[in-house]
């Protein structure tokens, strides 16, 4: 079975829609704010922020699908044969950041990419994989919390589990600070091994487990009563995920070098973010457990 | 006249010194505080950081010596033949993030890189090299201060101002932006030609112009009154200097790569940083002025 572009891109909107809603219903006071753009080279998205909710202190859900008649050298450096193809990148991907310091950082994103002719009945074979995965960045750990985000995303992904799960904490790594980024969940790429209507519905599996995942744990935990320390350290962890984002996320790079839409692609950033020279948490305080406990690579549920 | 280790480390420890000094005096509260380092494969540093002063919010002021008996591969890409041989680098770096919006940021680096066997009766002829430079990055720009520092910078680099000057405006650039990081000032690099007295010379004439290009202008511009406005568009702009240093810095990204002192090179980043989604001054604003007048490159003295 051939891939389906159009199936693909139906979803994907779809996915945008449902997830700004589920987030605007829960926050029950910021609402999602659409730039549509397009790309000079070919394709276009629409990028949805909200900026200052109730609950949500910056978040961007963004639909992209970029396509183009040559694949830039920096998409093929990897796969040689595919330069100077056409292609197709679709994706949706969400960077989430919550005002209260309880509330976990999170991200989502799933992908789709097609190179070559995509008719059956064309002269050579298109070339497609799915990518994906999500994954949680406590700045105060509960073991609950860390446990259902495991659990759904296992269930989302099945067999598939504990390499994803894997992945994601090789991928989601500061090597500069020798620490990941957050508690992890599942990451996959270059996925296409059981055809295109199986890969596609665990694309879809992913996609659909994000609110499941999150949801619950911000209702949990965004009425927790805080003050100025919980916020200063918010602050502080943020810069990591600025530094990861900037220097090691390859999705990040791409997009900068490929003349994606800047503020599309950053929109990812904290909306308020603090660095303080060799800061360190004092020994035994709840700041210290987050690195202490949380982030380590470690088993959340059973296999 | 072979390289002298010794007189080019003994002259940055003096510069980092008198810097520190010149700032404090400015600042008139903070003081800076001293970390020195060690690196297991060799070498070290002192990193010297003033927080939360009365004029800078944050100042970095970096010496590093870093030496070891193989170059790393990231260093030698352009040049193969120094593979694996043992190896000296040398520097004082700084930036400065000072707390009213209408004082420049403000960042210089001297260095020296020294390869090979440095003794002259050595079985190989060591290779050897200065760089550095200055730029600054105002908020708010004033005409008087950038042809201030630009004729102090080239008073410090005389025939070769032309050539830096172009050189600064081409390295310290936002690509994915479209936009310079600030109104420039000199870089260099590979620097040897003349031998190493004069490579030398040139190199202290750079660090030692650093004060006297950047302190009548904290001086100047201190003691404006500014307000929550002004304030939060220091914060949006320190963000390009975010991303400058993490996505495009070859400096940061070596250091990172190459184990070197997280802290140490991330002491560059702001104290305090905003992103707000594709945001864009009002036209005809001050803030709009800072783009449109001074983010051009631009002859701002005769040559």
Known sequence: MPPDLTAVRNYLLSLQDSICSGLEQIDGQGRFQEDAWTRPEGGGGRSRVMSEGAVFEKAGVGFSHVSGSTLPPSATASRPELAGKPFHALGVSLVIHPRNPYVPTSHMNVRFFL?????????????????????????????????????????????????????????????????????????????????????????????????????????????LAHGQRERDFQLYRRGRYVEFNLVWDRGTHFGLQSGGRTESILMSLPPLVAWRYDWKPEPGSPEARLHDVFLKPREWVQG
Chains 1, 2 share one sequence.
């Open 115 to 223: 190179a070559g002719n995509p008719e059956p009945a064309g002269p050579s074979t298109p070339v497609w994989w799915f990518g994906g995965g999500f994954d949680l960045t406590p700045y105060y750990g509960f073991e609950e919390d860390a446990v259902h985000w495991h659990r759904t995303a296992q269930a989302a992904t099945g067999e598939h589990y504990p390499h994803f799960k894997k992945w994601c904490d090789d991928y989601f790594y500061l090597k500069h600070r020798s620490e990941p980024r957050g508690i992890g969940g599942v990451f996959f790429d270059d996925f296409n091994a059981p055809g295109f209507p199986a890969s596609f519905d665990l694309m879809r599996s992913v996609g659909d487990a994000f609110l499941p995942a999150y949801l619950p744990i911000v209702g949990r935990r965004k009425g």
